[in-house]
């Protein structure tokens, strides 16, 4: 994309686009998610300025069209310095501005560019009225680069409505029809993985480590339930390469499965045995809460912002070394025993229920909307 990138008018045309057929800049059809209107805009696959202008431009113009009452903008996006004019834009118009800190960014763990980005990034964090976090590690961290701005802790809630076991026939039905639509024969083991096919999400580690079961277990089966970003982020193509050389030279190639982005994650994984999080970076993975919520007994690598958010390792959830054989070792020792997926599965659910149920956590957010949207009106 050369020049200024501009964002197209809606169209008709674009109304049986998927996101990979637009071009960037597209507004795409609006949707709702559970009930609230969606708005979706194509943006470039790669991290770049044109990325970041399409963006935050759609974003001030949705804030920007007359409503009731205030408006409070929260940003889940990965927040970048360059965003700065579009946050005082957003100000000037007397919008509530908040980040969500999910993940510490890659730098911090580098020196050199620590000394360079901190600045900027501190600048931008203080640009908003609030942070919110999910881990509490993340929290001290933001503090020791110098943010002054407002940081509330906020643990991540479960939908306890959608993600459970399955309770009726209808669940049931949803899970085994997910299970025949992919060839997946009673009987046979399936590992679930949700997140995107990158390397951060240890899509690699995962099928090496699966690739290790087979000669034991070899009936089982990996779904990964995500975006395939290996395939469509072009910096990621020698990664995307990797992945099709691991899974064409397992020899079961056929019991590898990617299902692309889904709305029913719950069926997917009550149609699974066991649930692996390989991630080298997070905050709070809501992907390990709701696995649990469904009784799934969960495999987790140690990463960077792990947050006791997510439970008690050796209780809830099973932590191993984010390495292929430590991970099949630990996936190998759930899928042949009932007494251990039972073990991992009824507590990890009882946990959540108890602890991270959605409707707290929508409480306290919806207290600190009230809170800094009256603020904003005052300015």
Not at 97 to 124: A, E, N
Request: proline share 6%.
């Amino acid at each position: 994309m050369t020049g200024t990138p501009q964002i197209r008018e809606r169209s008709e045309s674009d109304s049986d686009k998927s996101w990979y057929d637009a071009a960037p800049g597209t507004w795409l059809p609006r949707t709702t998610l559970d009930g609230a209107p969606l708005e979706r805009i194509r943006l470039p696959d790669s991290k770049n300025r044109a990325r970041t202008q399409i963006y935050y431009d759609a974003l001030l113009e949705v804030c920007q069209r007359p409503t009731q009452g205030p408006v409070v903008a929260q940003l889940l996006t990965n927040m970048r310095p360059q965003a700065l004019p579009w946050l005082r834009k957003l100000k000037e118009s007397g919008v509530a501005t908040m980040y969500s800190v999910s993940q510490f960014p890659t730098w911090q763990r580098k020196p050199l560019k620590r000394i360079l980005r901190q600045r900027g990034y501190q600048r931008v964090y203080n640009a908003f009225d609030a942070l919110v976090t999910n881990s509490e590690a993340i929290e001290g961290f933001l503090r020791s680069i110098g943010v002054t701005t407002r940081i509330e802790y906020i643990p991540n809630g479960v939908n306890l409505q959608r993600f459970h076991p399955a309770r009726t026939d209808a669940e049931v039905q949803a899970s085994a029809a997910l299970r025949e639509k992919f060839g997946i024969p009673a009987g046979h083991k399936v590992i679930v993985a949700v997140g995107a096919v990158m390397p951060r999400k240890g899509s690699d580690l995962v099928l090496q480590a699966w690739r290790r079961i087979l000669p034991q277990l070899p009936d089982t089966h990996v779904m990964f339930v995500g975006p395939r970003a290996d395939t469509h982020d072009p910096k990621l193509q020698q990664f995307g390469t990797g992945i099709e050389e691991l899974v064409a030279g397992s020899g079961a190639a056929d019991q590898v499965h990617f299902t692309g982005i889904v709305d029913d994650v719950e069926n997917y994984l009550r149609a699974a045995d066991v649930s692996i999080l390989a991630s080298s970076r997070e905050g709070t993975p809501n992907s390990v809460l709701e696995a649990m919520a469904t009784g799934l007994p969960c495999v987790v690598t140690p990463f960077l912002g792990i947050s006791a958010g997510i439970g008690q390792a050796g209780e809830h959830y099973q932590l191993v070394d984010r390495e292929p054989e430590a991970i099949a070792a630990a996936l190998t020792g759930m899928l042949k025993s009932n007494t251990i997926r039972s073990y991992y599965g009824e507590r990890g659910q009882r946990y959540v229920e108890d602890n991270v149920d959605q409707k707290h956590s929508l409480d306290r957010y919806a207290a600190l909307y009230q809170e800094i949207a009256t603020s904003a009106q005052r300015r």
